[in-house]
T-cell receptor, first 116, second 115 residues
Framework: AQKVTQAQTEISVVEKEDVTLDCVYETRDTTYYLFWYKQPPSGELVFLIR??????QNEISGRYSWNFQKSTSSFNFTITASQVVDSAVYFCALSYGSSNTGKLIFGQGTTLQVKP | DARVTQTPRHKVTEMGQEVTMRCQPI?????VFWYRQTMMQGLELLAYFRNRAPLDDSGMPKDRFSAEMPDATLATLKIQPSEPRDSAVYFC?????????????FGPGTRLTVL
C-alpha cells in the first residue's frame, strides 16, 4: 500500500528558529516521486519541490532544504531562520508507479506557526 | 503566467441541490485531477483524466458524483444531490503527461458548503 505519514500535526516556533518537518512514506514501487507543497492561509497549494526515487541528493533552495533518505523512507523538510510568512500547512506527497500517472497521495499535513 | 482556473471560488447550497464545479486546465496539459480537501480526510484524489478520458475515479462516490471533460479546455465535477458531508474544498490540477514525470499545477479551489 502507498502511504505518506506526517506525524507532526502542528509545530510552533519563534521567528528565526530553524524547523524540520518530517515525512515518512511507504511504497513497494522502485520508481516514485516525492513532493512538498505549501498551503498558506489563502488556501492555494504551492509546489515547493519534487524528488525522484533515484536521486538521493539533498537539495537547498534559499532557506529551504530537503533531506531524502531511502534507507529510512523519509523526505524531511527544513526551514532555516523561519519567518512569519512561512506560517502555513505543509504537505508531503507521493506519486508512484513506472507509468507515473501523477496521482498524488498526500500526508495529513503539518501546520507550522511562526510567531514574531 | 499560465494557471489553472476554477469556478466558482465559493458555493453555498442547500442539501439536495445540484452543484457543478468547473475547471479550466492549463493550455497544452493533457491530464486533469480532482482532489477534495476536508479536515477529517485531508487531501484525497477523486478522479483523474488523461487526454479527456477518465482513467481513475475510484475515489469518487459514484452514486452522486460525476466528472467529465466535455473538451480539452473544460473539466466538470458534479454532485447531485448534494449532502452536508460534501462540504469541502475541491481542487483541480492539471499536468502534461509526456511519458516521464508529470508535475501537477493546482487551481485555487472551490469551497463548497452544503447546508
Amino acid at each position: 500500500a502507498q502511504k505518506v505519514t506526517q506525524a507532526q500535526t502542528e509545530i510552533s516556533v519563534v521567528e528565526k528558529e530553524d524547523v524540520t518537518l518530517d515525512c515518512v512514506y511507504e511504497t513497494r514501487d522502485t520508481t516514485y516521486y516525492l513532493f512538498w507543497y505549501k498551503q498558506p492561509p489563502s488556501g492555494e497549494l504551492v509546489f515547493l519541490i519534487r524528488r525522484n526515487s533515484f536521486d538521493e541528493q539533498n537539495e537547498i533552495s534559499g532557506r529551504y532544504s530537503w533531506n531524502f533518505q531511502k534507507s529510512t523512507s523519509s523526505f524531511n523538510f527544513t526551514i532555516t531562520a523561519s519567518q512569519v510568512v512561512d506560517s502555513a500547512v505543509y504537505f508531503c506527497a507521493l506519486s508512484y508507479g513506472s507509468s507515473n500517472t501523477g496521482k498524488l497521495i498526500f500526508g495529513q499535513g503539518t501546520t507550522l506557526q511562526v510567531k514574531p | 503566467d499560465a494557471r489553472v482556473t476554477q469556478t466558482p471560488r465559493h458555493k453555498v447550497t442547500e442539501m439536495g441541490q445540484e452543484v457543478t464545479m468547473r475547471c479550466q486546465p492549463i493550455l497544452g496539459h493533457n491530464t486533469v485531477f480532482w482532489y477534495r480537501q476536508t479536515m477529517m480526510q485531508g487531501l484525497e484524489l477523486l478522479a483523474y483524466f488523461r487526454n479527456r478520458a477518465p482513467l481513475d475515479d475510484s475515489g469518487m462516490p459514484k452514486d452522486r458524483f460525476s466528472a467529465e471533460m466535455p473538451d480539452a479546455t473544460l473539466a466538470t465535477l458534479k454532485i447531485q444531490p448534494s449532502e452536508p458531508r460534501d462540504s469541502a474544498v475541491y481542487f483541480c490540477a492539471s499536468g502534461r503527461d509526456s511519458g516521464g514525470y508529470n508535475e501537477q499545477f493546482f487551481g485555487p479551489g472551490t469551497r463548497l458548503t452544503v447546508l
